[in-house]
């Protein structure tokens, strides 16, 4: 596969993704993306400072310069990272013709959480033209 | 979870739909040359959209699909590298329950699904749900798979634009058979029909008008056909042992009142425990019955070659949708190809009347029908009834 995303969200459960993509950008030409976004759906509904926005974004370039470097420590491939501020959907939506594969965890949501955030996995999977591997949360 | 799978479970689809999910296997083969990979095929469950299994013809239309099936799995094996460890698996899988327990029984650590095509809310819907409830009650990896190019087939309830002028509209439905014999192939739900009809008896009634390849099938039989209207009901018809009621037929009986007098004349004149079959449609079905057609619907012809070596290419677009009155405005568009220079166009516009599956339950019911099983087909949203004759 040429180009291959992965989305993180700095807990050690999404970086299952990262373990899973590895095989599969192990070709010339091949990339990884590791994307994190640091829109909340809670933190939308109240009125936040933008300080806190540009530390969440600090935070999140931060965690995946770290992650970039522990991927190419273990394979040369080339790694590129995005951080975004708007929901997974509108992050990745402009980018799905120029991807071969999306990979998340599923966030593990259910009951109350699920019905009112609904899945962020099932968004991606009915809403993206690309392909979508969703790896099951762990306990 | 390790990085590597070992046994990848890949659903194959229809003949003509995108294979996406072998597609992506083939790459995942790459990556994982010494995985298992499954391929598990459907027989056409979902071509039966509902019925009473055990009837002779419900029998052999399922032994029929799994063997094409079969044959299916196997050419597509063919598709994907020799040297990968493949095993074909032809399983009904008529809901997420059964691919999970499937998915469990062979320890499969990776899934993958075709992707359904997009467009509105009932695409996703449909496609959230299957993969969405592997997610939530298996602890299973799901891929669904896309294929590259990412082109969407148009949803056909977007209007088109203005239809085109050709130079030969105006052409009535009946030039248009008399100039195209046998344009069809629809030897599929044709000799399903014949099957039943043949077992019934001799008598069949035919409400018209009748599609050429089913005209042809027809007269091929020894069945005596007597093709009647349903605006003029034939009081003295002699009693038949089957009403073959058509898709073009029943389309045009766009009245309640209308429906009622055609299944009361039906009932009349039927034998005792009499087979009628109605040809149906309705638009909601599209997906469920058949995705093909959809990508159909976006720039797919049928191409048929004419006895005199005559090339007549058909599409058709619906101009209009109703869903409140049920009807439709189609236009059918032919191409005939004379000769390397010459293409003739000719344009044919018709309103038809579609049905819920209920209402025309409903309706059979009350005239003493007893529903044994609807079919769809290859077409979007046809569903194909067989209902016998009650004993009151």
Not at chain 1, 24 to 36: Q, Y
Not at chain 2, 191 to 208: D, I
Not at chain 2, 259 to 264: D, E, I, R
Request: glycine share 6%; with cysteine.
């Amino acid at each position: 596969m040429q180009r291959v995303a992965v989305l993180l969200d700095g807990g050690e459960s999404a970086e299952v993704g990262v373990t899973v993509a590895l095989p599969l950008v192990n070709f010339a030409g091949s990339e990884l993306l590791l994307i994190r976004t640091t829109y909340d759906s809670l933190e939308s509904t109240v009125p936040v400072g933008a300080q806190h926005w540009r530390r969440k974004e600090r935070q999140a370039r931060h965690y995946l310069e770290q992650m970039r470097g522990r991927v190419q420590a273990v394979q040369g491939v080339v790694v590129e990272c995005l951080v975004s501020s708007d929901p997974l959907l509108e992050t990745l939506k402009p980018l799905e013709d120029d991807l071969d594969l999306v990979i998340l965890v599923s966030s593990g949501r259910s009951g109350f959480a699920r019905w009112a955030y609904g899945s962020e996995s099932e968004r991606l999977m009915a809403g993206l033209g690309c392909s979508v591997l969703v790896l099951p949360a762990e306990d | 979870m390790s990085s590597g799978f070992q046994t990848i479970l890949v659903e194959l689809a229809a003949p003509l739909q995108e294979q996406s999910a072998l597609e992506k296997a083939s790459e995942l083969w790459r990556s994982f040359p010494e995985a298992d990979f499954l391929f598990f095929h459907s027989p056409k469950g979902k071509e039966v959209v509902a019925g009473l299994p055990g009837t002779d013809a419900f029998q052999s239309l399922e032994q029929r699909n799994r063997e094409e099936a079969e044959r299916h799995a196997r050419e597509l094996r063919d598709r994907f590298p020799k040297e990968a460890k493949v095993q074909l698996l032809v399983e009904k899988i008529l809901d997420p329950r059964d691919l999970l327990e499937l998915a469990q029984e062979r320890n499969a650590d990776l899934l993958v699904l075709n992707a359904l095509p997009r467009g509105g809310f009932f695409s996703r819907w449909v496609q959230g749900d299957r993969a969405a409830w592997m997610l939530r009650h298996g602890e299973i990896p799901v891929l669904v798979a896309r294929a590259d190019g990412r082109k969407e087939p148009t949803f056909a309830g977007v209007l088109p634009e203005e239809p085109t002028e050709f130079k030969a509209a105006g052409q009535t439905p009946a030039d248009l058979d008399s100039a195209f014999p046998p344009y069809r192939s629809r030897e599929h739900e044709v000799s399903v029909f014949l099957e039943v009809l043949e077992k019934a008896g001799p008598h069949t009634a035919v409400l018209e008008p009748m599609g050429s390849a089913l005209a042809e099938a027809l007269a091929s039989t020894d069945l005596k056909v007597t093709p009647f209207c349903h605006d003029s009901l034939p009081a003295d018809l002699e009693p038949q042992n089957s009403f073959l009621l058509t898709f073009s037929g029943m389309a045009a009986v766009r009245q309640l009142e209308d429906q009622q007098a055609l299944l009361k004349f039906c009932g009349e004149k039927l034998s005792r425990e009499g087979v009628l079959i109605a040809d149906l449609f309705n638009p909601w079905l599209r997906f469920p019955v058949d995705t093909v057609v959809l990508s159909r619907d976006a720039d797919g012809e049928e191409q048929v070659e004419l006895p005199d070596g005559t090339q007549v290419r058909r599409n058709i677009r619906v101009l209009k949708r109703d869903y409140l009155n049920q009807f439709q405005t189609v236009e059918k568009l032919y191409w005939v190809d004379h000769d390397e220079e010459e293409v003739e166009t000719r344009r044919e516009v018709l309103e038809s009347r579609f049905y819920s599956r209920f209402e025309f339950q409903h309706l059979l019911t009350s005239h003493n029908f007893h529903l044994e099983a609807i079919w769809g087909s290859r077409y979007p949203g046809e569903m194909v009834f067989l209902a016998r004759k009650g004993t009151r």
